[in-house]
């Protein structure tokens, strides 16, 4: 199966038919708006993305398959490339250029498919939308046809992409035809990436502070510190722990609770930040201050080393896996020491494409080779590392520039 050839509708529907009974059991599904219900194709869903099963959960409510641009990455797995090539998903390789893609959305076009894409290129964090990837824009004006905004709220409460464990509580969709064919034509890609941010900026705890929804699950708490690694309290990174639905510093003992609204209760005092969002966004402004700072050297260098494996594709075959070893930190690079006594070495200024497959792979291009490092043991941070590096790239280009300049 094909882009061209739209999968069996009696298999889709069948597979539609139970992804729904189970999400549906799992959570309150309420949509609010669906205005792709009299729409024919083509035309494009642009949606915010949240949750492992936005692809699923979208397409439970849309009259034709969608054919959503996914990860290229996913394409390496034999299994999935079979399942993603029948429902004629448009492989991208993540933050870097893909004229296949191009291609590909062109093809879907033409032969009056449903394409689905997620402008953030990732599932955001925190709940709120990420900066969108801007070749979305150019992607827009060049395919015009219609346009719809869809918004997920309450699918990063379920499941935030830190957790494990799914909480079950509201989760509300809209499905807004925006633009129609044409729409775009005398607008710049600036302007057209201006137009969709505002659309589909979505702030999750913003939304949950008016309705106040409970979000029920099990130990609320664990593994929030695969996105929160710097303590509020004392500011060392690296010395946060969840167990349950507590959440503590081991170096000053600084505990919180997380509640099933999604926010925290004072355990020792004082709150700092009610939600994970906010801390969240105080840290990476911390870690940007602090980074390169030689008085924090230390601190940060104790802070970034896990017990990691490595992993390379080449010639767009599945990974193999090179070794376990050690990751380790310093101001312009990371190094991994095998276990097999091979060394690594990666040069931020030379890492591309970096992004986080699911919340424990991290992905690179690193001199026209594709590694993924993989956070094996659960408590482990991919973001953290994801952070650090971006925010030692930006730092760099800064510096540089001020050179020149």
């Given at each position: 199966m094909s882009?061209?050839?739209?999968?069996?509708m009696?298999?889709?529907n069948m597979?539609?038919?139970f992804?729904?009974?189970?999400?549906?059991?799992?959570s309150?599904?309420?949509?609010e708006?669906?205005?792709?219900?009299h729409?024919?194709?083509?035309?494009?869903?642009?949606?915010?993305h949240?949750n492992?099963?936005?692809?699923?959960?979208?397409?439970?409510?849309?009259?034709?398959?969608?054919?959503?641009?996914?990860?290229?990455?996913?394409?390496?797995?034999?299994?999935l490339k079979?399942?993603?090539?029948?429902?004629?998903?448009?492989?991208?390789m993540k933050?870097?250029?893909?004229?296949?893609?191009?291609?590909?959305?062109?093809?879907?076009?033409?032969?009056?498919?449903v394409i689905?894409i997620?402008?953030?290129?990732n599932?955001?964090?925190?709940?709120?939308t990420?900066?969108?990837?801007y070749?979305?824009?150019?992607?827009?004006?060049?395919?015009?046809i219609?346009?719809?905004i869809?918004?997920?709220?309450?699918?990063?409460?379920t499941?935030?992409r830190?957790?494990?464990?799914?909480r079950?509580?509201?989760?509300?969709?809209s499905?807004?035809?925006?633009?129609?064919q044409?729409?775009?034509?005398?607008?710049?890609p600036?302007?057209?990436?201006?137009?969709?941010?505002?659309?589909?900026?979505?702030?999750?705890?913003e939304w949950q502070?008016?309705?106040?929804?409970?979000?029920?699950?099990?130990?609320?708490?664990?593994?929030?510190e695969?996105l929160?690694?710097?303590?509020?309290?004392?500011?060392?990174?690296g010395?946060?722990?969840?167990?349950?639905?507590l959440?503590?510093?081991?170096?000053?003992?600084?505990?919180?609770?997380?509640?099933?609204l999604?926010?925290?209760?004072?355990?020792?005092?004082?709150?700092?930040?009610?939600?994970p969002?906010?801390w969240?966004?105080?840290?990476?402004e911390?870690?940007?201050e602090?980074?390169?700072?030689?008085?924090?050297?230390?601190?940060?260098?104790?802070?970034?080393?896990?017990?990691?494996?490595?992993?390379?594709?080449e010639?767009?075959?599945?990974?193999?896996?090179?070794?376990?070893?050690d990751?380790?930190w310093?101001?312009?690079?990371i190094?991994f020491?095998?276990?097999?006594?091979?060394?690594?070495?990666?040069?931020?200024?030379?890492?591309?494409?970096i992004?986080i497959?699911?919340?424990?792979?991290?992905?690179?291009?690193?001199?026209?080779?594709?590694?993924?490092?993989v956070?094996?043991?659960?408590?482990?941070?991919?973001?953290?590392w994801?952070?650090?590096?971006?925010?030692?790239?930006?730092?760099?280009?800064?510096?540089?520039d001020?050179v020149?300049?």
């Amino acid at each position: 199966m094909s882009i061209e050839n739209k999968p069996n509708m009696r298999i889709i529907n069948m597979l539609l038919f139970f992804i729904r009974f189970f999400t549906r059991r799992r959570s309150k599904i309420v949509i609010e708006r669906n205005d792709t219900l009299h729409m024919k194709p083509p035309y494009i869903i642009l949606s915010n993305h949240v949750n492992n099963w936005d692809p699923l959960i979208l397409n439970s409510y849309v009259n034709e398959p969608i054919s959503f641009i996914a990860a290229e990455p996913l394409f390496r797995n034999p299994f999935l490339k079979r399942i993603l090539n029948y429902v004629g998903a448009i492989p991208k390789m993540k933050f870097k250029n893909d004229t296949s893609t191009i291609r590909g959305v062109l093809k879907a076009k033409k032969h009056n498919r449903v394409i689905g894409i997620f402008p953030e290129g990732n599932r955001n964090w925190d709940g709120d939308t990420e900066p969108l990837i801007y070749s979305t824009a150019k992607l827009v004006k060049l395919l015009d046809i219609p346009v719809i905004i869809t918004t997920i709220r309450g699918g990063h409460l379920t499941h935030p992409r830190w957790a494990d464990q799914h909480r079950k509580g509201l989760i509300s969709i809209s499905y807004k035809k925006v633009w129609d064919q044409g729409a775009f034509t005398n607008d710049s890609p600036d302007v057209i990436n201006q137009k969709l941010t505002e659309a589909l900026y979505h702030n999750e705890m913003e939304w949950q502070s008016e309705i106040a929804g409970e979000y029920q699950g099990k130990n609320l708490a664990n593994y929030l510190e695969r996105l929160l690694f710097v303590c509020p309290h004392c500011r060392i990174p690296g010395q946060l722990h969840s167990h349950d639905d507590l959440f503590e510093c081991r170096s000053c003992d600084y505990t919180v609770r997380y509640t099933s609204l999604g926010t925290f209760e004072q355990v020792t005092p004082p709150i700092y930040y009610s939600t994970p969002r906010d801390w969240n966004k105080w840290q990476l402004e911390f870690l940007k201050e602090t980074l390169l700072d030689p008085n924090w050297q230390q601190n940060w260098n104790e802070a970034m080393q896990d017990h990691v494996k490595l992993f390379l594709s080449e010639d767009n075959k599945p990974f193999r896996l090179v070794s376990k070893g050690d990751l380790e930190w310093n101001n312009t690079t990371i190094t991994f020491n095998g276990d097999n006594e091979e060394q690594h070495a990666f040069a931020f200024r030379d890492m591309e494409g970096i992004n986080i497959q699911f919340h424990h792979k991290l992905d690179f291009f690193y001199e026209n080779q594709f590694y993924r490092i993989v956070f094996y043991q659960p408590d482990t941070s991919a973001y953290k590392w994801l952070m650090a590096i971006k925010t030692a790239q930006e730092l760099e280009s800064k510096q540089s520039d001020e050179v020149i300049s």
